[in-house]
């Protein structure tokens, strides 16, 4: 898995999902619940089946540490900044 695929991953996401929440027209709380989750990095549960089915701890660890400054430094305050209206400063 590239360096590339881990970005484009963690901004897709959240654009697919504003795209179903327009599509869907839910309400601004449904709408803002989903796309900070879209936004969210995966969980250490990838590592607990990395661990069972042996596949490789170091690529899983590696990927969910890079999703997770990707997510908590571009992606969710681009979400904030973009698609709530809220300043960042």
């Known amino acids: 898995m590239s360096a590339s695929h881990l970005r484009s991953d963690k901004l897709v996401c959240p654009l697919v999902t504003y795209g179903a929440i327009i599509l869907a027209g839910v309400g601004q709380t449904v709408a803002t619940?989903?796309?900070?989750?879209?936004?969210?990095?995966?969980?250490?549960?990838?590592?607990?089946?990395?661990?069972?089915?042996?596949?490789?701890?170091?690529?899983?660890?590696?990927?969910?540490?890079?999703?997770?400054?990707?997510?908590?430094?571009?992606?969710?305050?681009?979400?904030?900044?973009?698609f709530m209206g809220v300043s960042l400063i």
């Open 33 to 82: 619940t989903a796309l900070i989750l879209a936004a969210m990095p995966p969980g250490v549960f990838n590592i607990i089946l990395a661990e069972k089915f042996d596949l490789d701890l170091e690529l899983y660890s590696a990927t969910i540490f890079y999703l997770t400054l990707i997510s908590l430094f571009i992606s969710v305050p681009l979400i904030v900044h973009f």
